[in-house]
């Protein structure tokens, strides 16, 4: 009942904001020969887990995005967890995550 109120306030004090907005951005990591960027989005006082990976091949750098449904309440949670998934990803796909040479892609 409360968000209900306060969603009603917004559109009064200035509009409704966005529910997602970027968190700060963090330090990225090597693993292996890719390059783990996290990227976790504020919902709210959460934060969901979200990131990039990226590689250079023959001269061009390509890039995974991955968004989960996991959400955190502490954005250094969210970043720990978001290069542990990244690795996972990395280490599960091998050579076959970058593969198919597109230039960006979800996975």
């Given at each position: 009942?409360?968000?209900?109120?306060?969603?009603?306030?917004?559109?009064?004090?200035?509009?409704?904001?966005?529910?997602?907005?970027?968190?700060?951005?963090?330090?990225?990591?090597?693993?292996?020969d890719c390059m783990?960027?996290?990227?976790?989005?504020?919902?709210?006082?959460?934060?969901?887990?979200?990131?990039?990976?990226?590689?250079?091949?023959?001269?061009?750098?390509?890039?995974?995005?991955?968004?989960?449904?996991?959400?955190?309440?502490?954005?250094?949670?969210?970043?720990?967890?978001?290069?542990?998934?990244?690795?996972?990803?990395?280490?599960?796909?091998?050579?076959?995550?970058?593969?198919?040479?597109?230039?960006?892609?979800?996975?």
């Amino acid at each position: 009942m409360a968000s209900f109120f306060s969603g009603i306030l917004s559109l009064f004090s200035g509009g409704a904001k966005s529910a997602e907005a970027a968190a700060p951005a963090a330090e990225p990591q090597v693993h292996g020969d890719c390059m783990i960027h996290p990227t976790p989005i504020r919902e709210g006082n959460q934060f969901r887990l979200a990131g990039r990976i990226e590689k250079e091949v023959a001269g061009e750098v390509l890039v995974r995005n991955f968004i989960r449904a996991d959400v955190f309440t502490s954005l250094d949670d969210a970043l720990d967890c978001t290069y542990r998934k990244a690795r996972q990803i990395i280490d599960q796909n091998g050579a076959s995550l970058f593969s198919d040479g597109e230039k960006s892609r979800s996975v």
